[in-house]
């Protein structure tokens, strides 16, 4: 359709999600809009899953203080071990091998435990993260069934699936990381901060010097490293993009013999991908031997100064040994607690990208008091109808006609004249900016919007069909149809022996794409699904554009049997199909310029004649 009659553009593009990298140091993260709101509604959310999270914090702050406090009891082991050997050497009775294992023991338990509470840490935290991802999906799937046809034409089909999946999926990956991740790293640096002082103050002091040259240095990566893993994202995405772009366009390339432009567009950006990624990952893992660097002079210095406080006899040696372990394991949690950082700026953005959705206007609520639609006969009436999918930009103005029950209208123009709009506005896809459309006498808006497109059988240019069997996809729109039932419409369709032709027959699977099938066939099959609901209104949307001329004068006999008795409304290029109709409305840029029936029009020489003769002409 032109801008005219067409909906608004699609102003949102899909933006491609997912790198192969997790959040965390030196990879740039989307930051949400607002992070302070997004949360409080995260948080909001998941209050129902507040006993969980209260277990977890227990189980995860328990997990931690035993692994804690196992350094130092590993350092009374080798104080133990130290002390023993120096009285033997002094002629005393040397280890002592009781004491040793009661202190090994102790060790022994305290792990264990620390490892059990960790692994039920994880078990419920998993959960909590799998229940969350499964109600928003859930939520997600309820909200699109709800949500007005002009939200999907400012939407991509990538962005929208971008929620349900990628979304979704960082959301539960995040929560899981980031949560038990977030509890860990405090408590342990404040816990191995207490021993360590516990230890040695002077140590203590003389160990912390390392970490702001050790943030320094990591800050400085990340800024060299960030725009290497920037244009990294970015090319991966122009890879993929050309990848799926002539994956799906196979056909075409090999048609006009562009294998080598394509091989040479592929080179150059996968080149770019390599050159970024190379100096992204480079610079990413100088940081490891770097921080080692820095840490092991720490180390050095504390040795040092450990040893001259034991020649003093203000520490044991076991206590070097442990305060060593807490050193090493002081930066891991540091270290973490940046990933976490990075990993809610990861947790916000997917969850304001779904919250957003789940927050977009809905349809207008149903009628409370709906008209019943049993003994509906089709009058419909298109009264001072005025329409446009923006407010200040009419395309359908003041359009008045009536239309008995059982009569055939044909709708004609050219393409973007605005004749699916019409379609659309009977379906209440979209609803009309001014007048009404009545059905029986009664506004279409009085009307359950479910029973509404229930009175309707619509076939479409665009066939959808889905991954099952042929059986199934005619069943779709009467889903307790008997399988007689659903072999007579596909007889009535005349697509009974093609069926039969195929390995399986009606039991035949359609793959995901339906390729295994044409798309003159598939266009039979929706037929058929259209004459098994038997609608009281039908909608036929150029529904032979897609066969052969002796397929096309089959089905449009079939048609012809369906729509005897039945409002019909057929969307119409070819007019030598609708010659036969009641009432043939004329469309020109949204506006109907004439109606009337074939001959009364021919015989008025306006635009549907000039239209009539051109197709004429033009098949001569």
Not at 123 to 137: C, K, P
Not at 332 to 347: E, H, I, K, R
Not at 576 to 581: E, G, H, L, P, Y
């Amino acid at each position: 359709m032109s801008n005219k009659a067409q909906g608004p553009s699609q102003t949102k593009q899909g933006q491609g999600r997912g790198s192969g990298h997790g959040p965390g140091m030196g990879v740039p993260v989307e930051k949400a809009k607002d992070f302070k709101g997004t949360m409080k509604k995260l948080i909001a959310h998941l209050g129902g899953y507040k006993w969980g999270f209260l277990l977890v914090l227990v189980f995860a702050i328990g997990s931690t203080i035993f692994t804690i406090v196992g350094p130092t009891i590993l350092g009374n082991a080798i104080t133990e071990i130290v002390n023993g050997l120096m009285d033997k050497i002094n002629g005393g009775k040397g280890i002592n091998f009781k004491a040793l294992r009661d202190i090994l023991l102790l060790l022994l338990g305290l792990y264990s435990l620390s490892s059990l509470l960790s692994f039920v840490q994880g078990l419920i935290t998993t959960e909590i993260a799998q229940r969350v991802s499964y109600n928003f999906r859930k939520n997600i799937l309820k909200k699109i069934h709800r949500l007005p046809m002009n939200y999907f034409d400012t939407m991509t089909h990538g962005e929208i699936l971008s929620r349900v999946t990628n979304d979704v999926d960082t959301l539960s990956h995040s929560l899981n990381q980031s949560l038990s991740q977030f509890i860990t790293s405090i408590v342990s640096i404040v816990g191995i901060f207490i021993m360590m002082i516990r230890i040695s103050v002077p140590m203590t002091l003389f160990a912390l010097l390392v970490i702001p040259a050790s943030a320094a240095i990591m800050a400085l990566v990340v800024k060299k490293s960030q725009k290497y893993f920037k244009k990294q994202q970015e090319y991966l995405g122009h890879v993929n993009g050309l990848v799926e772009e002539v994956y799906g366009g196979h056909n075409i390339v090999k048609v006009f013999n562009k294998e080598e432009d394509v091989l040479k567009e592929f080179d150059e950006k996968n080149n770019t991908l390599y050159e970024s990624g190379w100096k992204s990952q480079f610079l990413s893992g100088l940081m490891h031997p770097i921080m080692q660097f820095i840490g092991n002079i720490g180390y050095v210095g504390v040795a040092v100064l450990g040893g001259y406080l034991t020649v003093k006899g203000k520490i044991q040696i076991g206590q070097i040994q442990s305060f060593f372990q807490y050193i090493r394991n002081f930066t891991y949690p540091v270290t973490q607690l940046a990933q976490v950082a990075n990993m809610f700026q990861s947790t916000a953005a997917a969850a304001e990208r779904v919250f957003e959705f789940m927050e977009a206007e809905e349809e207008i609520a149903d009628t409370e008091t709906p008209i019943t639609t049993e003994n509906i006969k089709g009058n419909v009436e298109f009264k001072n109808v005025s329409f446009g999918y923006n407010k200040d930009k009419i395309i359908i103005n003041n359009f008045n006609t009536n239309v008995c029950n059982g009569k055939k209208v044909a709708i004609v123009g050219p393409t973007g004249a605005g004749k699916t709009t019409i379609v659309k506005l009977l379906m209440r896809f979209y609803d009309v900016t001014s007048g009404q459309i009545l059905i029986d006498g009664h506004d279409i808006k009085n009307y359950d919007r479910s029973d509404l497109r229930r009175m309707f059988g619509m076939v479409l240019q665009d066939t959808w069909l889905f991954n099952g069997s042929i059986m199934d996809n005619i069943r779709y729109s009467k889903l307790d149809a008997t399988d007689e039932e659903v072999i007579n419409a596909a007889k009535a369709a005349h697509v009974h022996h093609f069926i039969n032709t195929l390995p399986g027959g009606y039991d035949m699977v359609l793959n995901e794409e339906t390729t295994n099938i044409s798309q003159g066939q598939k266009q039979l099959l929706t037929i058929a699904r259209a004459i098994l609901a038997d609608p009281k209104m039908l909608i036929l949307d150029e529904a032979t554009s897609s066969v052969d001329t002796r397929t096309e004068i089959l089905i449009q006999k079939a048609m012809d049997n369906l729509m005897k008795g039945r409002t019909s409304f057929v969307i119409a290029h070819r007019l030598s199909t609708i010659r036969d109709a009641d009432i043939i409305l004329v469309m020109k840029d949204g506006d109907i310029v004439e109606q009337g029936n074939h001959e009364e029009l021919l015989a008025r020489g306006g635009f549907y004649a000039e239209l009539y003769n051109s197709q004429f002409d033009h098949s001569a």
